[in-house]
């Protein structure tokens, strides 16, 4: 069997590195071979294109730059990272990939940026290569919000610049996500993440046995 590219997508404090973990947890136990990472930032260098994304006030650059930022963070992730493991026969467990481009920068935003164009940028970063499976988790922006700041009050660093928008922007966004799920229904599962931890895993473990040879 081909090794798989997984990704998990959702809103501020749907649980995604949460559940992550227990994953990793979980192959581990199986023996499977795999790394997780996420965007932005799961390399070095595109370590520094996160700080410039995450930290710092919500106006300082518009969708357009902010999309060109992470694409470019996905190029480096992909050509050194994810591409590389994935010949080498590991799983690739990654928090957030380009369906939160599309979920951010296009629906959140209210659609400032056309499809096509995010779709182009896709191909020139990325090719025709797809993820095999995305995990959505869903939950209400209110008690997500209300769990991300929570967490961010004991990181040293505010990554908060997504956090401190407006409700629609999240609202949109959880709409987006839900939309982008609808287009394609083979690679997207939709979750309830305003659920208990174990609960969320047991689900994200089923859908996993079910598709893949473990
Ligand atoms: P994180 O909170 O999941 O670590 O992600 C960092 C922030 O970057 C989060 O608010 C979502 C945002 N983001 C985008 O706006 N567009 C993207 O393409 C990616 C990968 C993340």
Redo the contacts with the bound molecule.
């Keep these: 069997m081909k090794a798989p590219f997984i990704t998990f997508e959702g809103g501020?404090g749907s649980g995604?590195?949460t559940q992550i973990k227990l994953l990793g947890e979980y192959l581990k136990v199986k023996g499977v071979d795999f790394i997780t990472t996420?965007?932005?930032?799961g390399t070095p260098l595109g370590g520094e294109l996160?700080r410039l994304?995450?930290e710092g006030s919500a106006d300082k650059m518009d969708a357009i730059a902010?999309?060109l930022l992470?694409?470019a963070?996905?190029r480096i992730h992909m050509s050194q990272k994810v591409w590389p493991a994935l010949k080498n026969g590991q799983w690739v467990i990654s928090?957030?990939?380009?369906d939160?481009?599309t979920?951010?920068?296009y629906y959140?935003y209210n659609k400032r940026l056309s499809k096509e164009d995010i779709d182009m940028l896709y191909r020139f970063a990325v090719g025709d290569f797809k993820p095999d499976l995305t995990f959505i988790l869903d939950i209400d922006p209110k008690v997500g919000l209300k769990r991300?700041f929570e967490k961010s009050e004991s990181m040293e660093v505010k990554?908060t610049?997504?956090?401190n928008r407006v409700l629609t922007f999240h609202e949109n966004l959880r709409q987006g996500y839900l939309e982008i799920a609808k287009s394609e229904p083979q690679r997207c599962v939709v979750l309830n993440a305003d659920t208990d931890i174990k609960t969320l895993h047991a689900e994200i473990v089923r859908v996993l046995e079910e598709r893949f040879e473990i």
Aim: no cysteine.
């Design positions: 501020e995604k590195s996420k965007e932005p930032g996160r994304l995450v902010e999309a992470f694409f963070d996905r928090d957030r990939f380009a939160s481009t979920a951010y920068q959140a991300s990554e610049r997504n956090e």
